[in-house]
């Protein structure tokens, strides 16, 4: 059964650095989204994402983020200057469509430490 | 600012128990969503819900959507371990390619 992947599982990095986090979507999917969970709290929608322009944008997705389809299979989301509060699981989610009853379909997160 | 409220926000009952789980808002919805989600794992959908009264089945889960597609709930007959996690609602309006996630509430099953 097809799945989205994300890569790494968990990255660690110091407070001011780059990340990259990586996403595979479901390959006939065209909708794509980022996640962030803060450990015990709700699931935050960031941005998403659709003919390779950002579709829909959070408060929190500032300037300090940003997305990419670098080529026709990975989805990226940087943060350009990490601070200690984007420490989160950061979820990725396509779907084939944006009409009610299109399945979203979630990978398995990425855990940001951010020291 | 379109917010989800689950109630109640913890759960915990022995096993072969029923449960209800609610989830409200003031904002309508297009469709709603509830997901399930183990700990350290991403949510994975249970339902969807798009028509305002709509009751789905799945297994022992019962889903429903409210008549004026504001607030769902759901219902888990005779509840197993396996049934322990985290449950989200999730809804999207129209016009908006976002999904808006509850606050969720957390069951244990207890054997």
């Known amino acids: 059964e097809p799945e989205v992947t994300q890569t790494p599982s968990h990255q660690v990095t110091q407070m001011g650095q780059e990340v990259i986090l990586r996403c595979v979507p479901i390959s006939n999917h065209l909708y794509f989204y980022w996640y962030r969970q803060i450990l015990g709290q709700k699931v935050e929608f960031l941005v998403s994402f659709y003919n390779n322009e950002i579709s829909e944008k959070s408060e929190i997705f500032d300037d300090q983020f940003s997305v990419e389809r670098p080529d026709g299979s990975n989805f990226t989301l940087k943060i350009r200057s990490t601070k200690l509060e984007d420490s989160a699981m950061y979820f990725c989610?396509?779907?084939?469509?944006?009409?009610?009853?299109?399945?979203?379909?979630f990978g398995p997160g990425t855990r940001l430490t951010v020291l | 600012t379109q917010l989800l409220e689950q109630s109640p926000q913890f759960l915990s009952i022995q096993e072969g128990e029923n449960l209800t789980v609610y989830c409200n808002s003031s904002?309508?919805?297009?469709?709603l969503q509830w997901y399930r989600q183990e700990p350290g794992e991403g949510p994975v959908l249970l339902v969807t819900?798009?028509?305002?009264?709509e009751v789905k089945k799945l297994k022992r889960l019962t889903f429903q959507f409210g008549d004026a597609r504001k607030d769902s709930s759901l219902h888990i007959t005779a509840a197993q371990t396996g049934d322990t996690g985290l449950y989200l609602c999730?809804?999207?309006?129209?016009?908006?390619?976002?999904?808006?996630f509850g606050t969720g509430t957390r069951l244990k099953v207890l054997a």
């Open positions: 904002s309508v919805f297009s469709s």
């Open positions: 819900v798009v028509t305002g009264g």
């Open positions: 989610a396509s779907r084939t469509g944006a009409g009610v009853g299109n399945e979203q379909f």
């Open positions: 999730a809804g999207a309006t129209s016009g908006t390619y976002k999904y808006i």
